[in-house]
């Protein structure tokens, strides 16, 4: 069995408002077994406040909003999925390769779980899904991508019971 190292943690967010650990540790791994990732990879997951993560959206986004979820994908996949990334570069110091980083907006996880009338964990679970997808390389930029990516959400949602 591949190991694969998923580090969340929390910065700033009030406890009331903190996410399941477990869950994001949980989802990130079911898509790299649903994506068949074959080679141990890390994936690093900050849960921070509304404030940090609209400095971060406006920062390599441009945009000055407080939004769910940024992911920060680093490496390239071409066309998205696991097959596709052909130079792999493991960290030298851990042997792993690194996914990338999601940063997750806890209040909104909360006031979107509320609106959507889902569970907390159900919504953290989806962005978490969303998220390390973005890590592989899918996107929802094109009505025919979107599908794709919906699809494996979905079907990664089902697999965790959710």
Same mark, same amino acid.
């Given at each position: 069995?591949?190991?694969?190292?998923?580090?969340?943690?929390?910065?700033?967010?009030?406890?009331?408002?903190?996410?399941?650990?477990?869950?994001?540790?949980?989802?990130?791994?079911?898509?790299?077994?649903?994506?068949?990732?074959?080679? /141990?990879?890390?994936?690093?997951? %900050?849960?921070?406040?509304?404030?940090?993560?609209?400095?971060?959206?406006?920062?390599?986004?441009?945009?000055?909003?407080?939004?769910?979820?940024?992911? %920060?994908?680093?490496?390239?996949?071409? /066309?998205?999925?696991?097959?596709?990334?052909? =130079?792999?570069?493991?960290?030298?110091?851990?042997?792993?390769?690194?996914?990338?980083?999601?940063?997750?907006?806890?209040?909104?996880?909360?006031?979107?779980?509320?609106?959507?009338?889902?569970?907390? +964990?159900?919504?953290?679970?989806?962005?978490?899904? =969303?998220?390390?997808?973005?890590?592989?390389?899918? +996107?929802?930029?094109?009505?025919?991508?979107?599908?794709?990516?919906?699809?494996?959400?979905?079907?990664?949602?089902?697999?965790?019971? %959710?």
């Amino acid at each position: 069995m591949i190991k694969h190292k998923v580090v969340a943690r929390h910065s700033g967010v009030e406890a009331s408002d903190r996410l399941s650990v477990q869950m994001i540790k949980m989802c990130v791994g079911a898509v790299l077994r649903y994506e068949e990732v074959d080679e /141990p990879c890390e994936v690093s997951v %900050f849960v921070t406040d509304d404030h940090k993560i609209r400095e971060l959206n406006l920062e390599f986004r441009g945009i000055y909003s407080a939004t769910d979820v940024l992911s %920060f994908p680093m490496q390239e996949f071409s /066309p998205p999925g696991w097959a596709s990334l052909e =130079h792999k570069e493991p960290d030298p110091d851990t042997g792993m390769l690194p996914l990338g980083e999601i940063v997750i907006s806890a209040p909104n996880v909360g006031r979107q779980a509320r609106e959507f009338g889902v569970s907390l +964990d159900q919504e953290t679970a989806y962005l978490t899904v =969303h998220s390390a997808l973005h890590l592989l390389g899918y +996107d929802h930029m094109d009505d025919e991508d979107k599908k794709e990516m919906r699809a494996r959400e979905k079907a990664i949602m089902r697999e965790i019971g %959710f």
